[in-house]
Structures are given as C-alpha cells and as structure tokens.
C-alpha cells in the first residue's frame, strides 16, 4: 500500500512557488521538499491543515491512497 503525495501537482495547479509557500505555511523549504517529493514518512495535521489553507483544497488533493498490485 502506498500514499502518493500530490503536492507538486496541487502547486503548479495555484502556481505557487516552493518557496513561498513554505513561507506562508511556517515550514522550511527543505522539510517542504522533503514532503513534496514523497520521501516524508509522516505529516502533522497542523501542516496539512495549514497547507490546505493556503492552497486552498483538500487533504484528498494533496493524498492519495494507491493500492499495490
């Protein structure tokens, strides 16, 4: 079972940079980074809820669920 971040694809849809947005969000752009490209092993719901804000979407934009074959 795997969770595929989206949130590269979530970024370019609002055509916001990685960096701006790791301001608006209080993140560094290296943690950012590290969740954007999927490496991150977990995620504080205080972090989704304030990058869902910003981006204005869902949880379910930015995660996905995709089951292994």
């Known amino acids: 079972m795997s ?31 590290i969740l954007k490209t999927g490496k991150a092993k977990a995620i504080r719901f205080s972090t989704l809820e304030a990058l869902c804000e910003v981006l204005g979407c869902q949880p379910g934009d930015i995660l996905e669920f995709q089951k292994d074959e």
Do not use: C, G, H, Q
Not at 8 to 21: F, Q, T
């Open 3 to 33: 969770i595929i971040v989206n949130l590269d694809v979530v970024m370019a849809k609002r055509k916001i940079s990685l960096n701006e947005l790791s301001e608006k969000v209080d993140i560094t752009p290296a943690n950012l980074s």
